[in-house]
Structures are given as structure tokens and as C-alpha cells.
């Protein structure tokens, strides 16, 4: 199985400030067709998942532009510009690429 | 809108069976595969089983830790995907949500509570 390791464990940010999450996997993410499917969730506190990016960069509808996807291969990041009240949760790496698909263990955004 | 409405779940003792229901509308159904994923109480996510659209076969994935005991299916007709959960352990106790619109998993619904417990 293809094990994706998120980092940090937990990211305190102050409101305003950047937040970066790394996510790395155990084999390349580019599938037969040269995609890279490399999806980014938001799990805000008492929430259902909401993917904020797809296919390493690309943004979901109504997702703000604050928030960007970036990498290749094995290594990727979601970068948030200025961190938001409302950005507070737990965020999750997950490929598509290989069978079965996995998670990142989740990395919790926090005010400080 | 897409809406994806989980039912089904609840509280069942050690190796009885439980089946859950995904009603989805605000899409086209029977064009995407669907898959369940799981979060254990604190935990993580976690994929359990997905299944294709009829014109790509129809087949399913099982996570290693289900498979020969859950059964992913689909109803076309009714915007309907179930999943068959068997010979449940305690471990099994969890969140499922369902989720749409291919293996990339854009739609997610508000998730059905299976407690395995005696």
C-alpha cells in the first residue's frame, strides 16, 4: 500500500499568517495517463470532509484562492496564504493513484 | 445541489451484520463510482470500498481490513449505493461516509454512526 506522511502533526498559526502542510508518499503518485491524483481535504470541528484541491492543484469550486496545491512525484504541499478563523481543522492528503487509496494522517490547523 | 444522504447505521453486537444506505441526487449517478470511507472516534479517515459506474464494469475495491466481509452495491435506478457490512468487529465502529463523483472522492455526505459493541 502507498503510505502518505503528513507534516506537521499539528500547525498553531496566528490569523493573517501563511500555513504550510507537506505530505509525502511512498511511490510516485503519476498514474498511466499522466495524471498526478493527489486530492487535499478540509475537516472542519463536527464536519463532514470537503476536498479543497484535486489532481495536485487544482482548486474545487468555491474554494478560496487563499488556498494552493503544489508538488510532484512523491512530495506535495497546501499552502494557505493569510490563515482564517474559519480554516481551523484537520486537513487531509489523499492519492488516487494506487489501490487501495489512503490518507495522510491528518495534520490539525489551529489559532494561536 | 449535490447531496449525498447516508441511513442505516447504529449500534450492533460483535459478528451480526449491518447494511448501509447512500441516497444521492443533484448529480448523475450511474455515470460515477462511489466509495465509502470510514473515521474510527478521534481517528483518522479512512477508505473502505469503492465501485465503478456500469460502463466501467461495475467492479468493486475492498480495503484489506473489509474485504470478505463488506459488500459494496449499487442501484442506478434509485441513486442508491449500499454497503453490506458483515461479521462486524469492534474495530469496525466508526463514522462511514459516502462519498461521489469518482475514486477522487469530490462528494461527501454527512456520514451514518455504526457502533460494534456488545
Known amino acids: 500500500d502507498v503510505v502518505m506522511t503528513q507534516s506537521p502533526l499539528s500547525l498553531p498559526v496566528t490569523l493573517g499568517q501563511p500555513a504550510s502542510i507537506s505530505c509525502r508518499s511512498s511511490q510516485s503518485l503519476v498514474y498511466s495517463d499522466g495524471n498526478t491524483y493527489l486530492n487535499w481535504f478540509q475537516q472542519r470541528p463536527g464536519q463532514s470532509p470537503r476536498r479543497l484541491i484535486y489532481?495536485?492543484?487544482k482548486r474545487d469550486s468555491g474554494v478560496p484562492d487563499r488556498f494552493s496545491g503544489s508538488g510532484s512525484g512523491t512530495d506535495f504541499t497546501l499552502k494557505i496564504s493569510r490563515v482564517e478563523a474559519e480554516d481551523v481543522g484537520v486537513y487531509y492528503c489523499?492519492?488516487?493513484?494506487?489501490?487501495?487509496?489512503?490518507f495522510g494522517g491528518g495534520t490539525k490547523v489551529e489559532i494561536k | 445541489e449535490v447531496q449525498l444522504v447516508e441511513s442505516g447505521g447504529g449500534l450492533v453486537q460483535p459478528g451480526r451484520s449491518l447494511r448501509l444506505s447512500c441516497t444521492a441526487s443533484?448529480?448523475?449517478?450511474?455515470?460515477?463510482?462511489m466509495s465509502w470511507v470510514r473515521q474510527a472516534p478521534g481517528k483518522g479517515l479512512e477508505w473502505v470500498a469503492y465501485?465503478?459506474?456500469?460502463?466501467?464494469?461495475?467492479?468493486?475495491e475492498y480495503a484489506a481490513s473489509v474485504k470478505g466481509r463488506f459488500t459494496i452495491s449499487r442501484d442506478d435506478s434509485k441513486s442508491i449505493a449500499y454497503l453490506q457490512m458483515n461479521g462486524l468487529k469492534t474495530e469496525d465502529t466508526a463514522v462511514y461516509y459516502c462519498?461521489?463523483?469518482?475514486?477522487?472522492?469530490?462528494?461527501w455526505g454527512q456520514g451514518t454512526l455504526v457502533t460494534v459493541s456488545s
Open positions: 465501485i465503478r459506474s456500469k460502463p466501467y464494469g461495475g467492479t468493486a
Open positions: 489532481k495536485v492543484s
Open positions: 462519498t461521489g463523483g469518482g475514486i477522487q472522492t469530490p462528494y
Open positions: 489523499m492519492q488516487g493513484t494506487h489501490w487501495p487509496l489512503t
Open positions: 443533484g448529480f448523475t449517478f450511474g455515470d460515477y463510482g
